[in-house]
T-cell receptor, first 114, second 112 residues
């Protein structure tokens, strides 16, 4: 069991609504990454935060935004939800920004958009 | 384009067998490669991390190897058990960025 926790575990939203997902990183980790995993596929990188600054972004539209707080916890916000946003959203934490450390994942938030 | 491929998509073997899962990647200039396990509807559990300078890593019954020149990594599972049933994903981090690029996974079923 990693120290990365995500909330909520499940969520149902209506198309057009906004959602906020939360992630508490493992103690000592200052880098948080968010991934979207559609059913039967590998995760897709959304963005990464290091010490409260976004330092990498995948191919996702601007309605996907995030924050990292001074305690290194993080939020993922999605505006104007679409049906295709239904997926498992995963948060990963690691120490440092160089990428040479192991990434640890939370249990994910299952988002269903109806 | 940097891509990760895992073949086969699914594998079913009897309990007790040794097995190998495959991961191939384009562009040999990787930073590191990580193997994960995912149980149905759950998050990802890190199994092994191999840095680009390493050839293999071992943890218990698991052994992961890395051959950058051929763009391949394998995950060897010894003496498989029904509890090993899960989807195994390979993820690669390349030098030019820090994000993990993922394969689609191999769904492993160990039959009692």
């Amino acid at each position: 069991e990693t120290g990365v926790t995500q909330s909520p575990t499940h969520l149902i939203k209506t198309r057009g609504q906004q959602v906020t997902l939360r992630c508490s990183s493992q103690s000592g980790h200052n880098t948080v990454s968010w991934y979207q995993q559609a059913l039967g596929q590998g995760p897709q990188f959304i963005f990464q935060y290091y010490r409260e600054e976004e330092n990498g972004r995948g191919n996702f539209p601007p309605r996907f935004s995030g924050l990292q707080f001074p305690n290194y916890s993080s939020e993922l916000n999605v505006n104007a939800l679409e049906l295709d946003d239904s997926a498992l959203y995963l948060c990963a934490s690691s120490s440092g920004v160089s990428g040479d450390t192991e990434a640890f994942f939370g249990q994910g938030t299952r988002l269903t958009v109806v | 384009k940097q891509e990760v491929t895992q073949i086969p998509a699914a594998l079913s073997v009897p309990e007790g067998e040794n097995l190998v899962l495959n991961c191939s990647f384009t562009d040999s200039a990787i930073y590191n490669l990580q193997w994960f396990r995912q149980d149905p509807g759950k998050g990802l559990t890190s199994l092994l991390l191999i840095q680009s300078s390493q050839r293999e890593q071992t943890s218990g019954r698991l052994n992961a190897s890395l051959d950058k020149s051929s763009g391949r990594s394998t995950l060897y599972i010894a003496a498989s058990q029904p509890g090993d049933s899960a989807t195994y994903l390979c993820a690669v981090r390349w030098d030019s960025n820090y994000q993990l690029i993922w394969g689609a996974g191999t769904k492993l079923i160990i039959k009692p």
